[in-house]
């Protein structure tokens, strides 16, 4: 009895401790994840950008230095552009992307403990209409030949 009693006090105080321990690194910080896939040979930007409340994510990505461009018809409701890539000869955004060479918008949420069952999926509003909050991450993957590899 005095086992599970213990073993019980153990585990919520690594729940508790593990919960500071996110809270503190994620209170000011959106985590954004960039994978340029064969656009750029490979190429992956990991940064924490620094928020003290709610954004929305165009916002985020200009404090961080990325420029998004939008399609010529559909505006931002569609990324066609991340840092000129890809570039004009490649792509004309005038309408949409082709289905298997386009930026896809991941979000996930916060972790929360003890029970941390958010994962990684698709944003589900345009990038100027997507919110985000300190300790979220944010993540641009081009698709390569049609498939997306989650962060």
Known sequence: MIN???????VLVLAFTGLQFIDKNDNNCINLYIDYGPLDS???LNKCVDVSTKIIALDLLEEANIKIEGTNRYGLDVVCRVNGLPNRNME??????????????LIKEKQVLPFPTKEWGWGQLAIDQQYLKPGDSLGLVFADKGEIKFP
């Open 42 to 44: 490979g190429t992956k």
């Open 4 to 10: 599970r009693i213990l073993a019980s006090v153990v």
């Open 92 to 105: 004309s955004c005038d309408v949409m992307p082709p289905e298997n060479a386009y930026w896809a918008i």
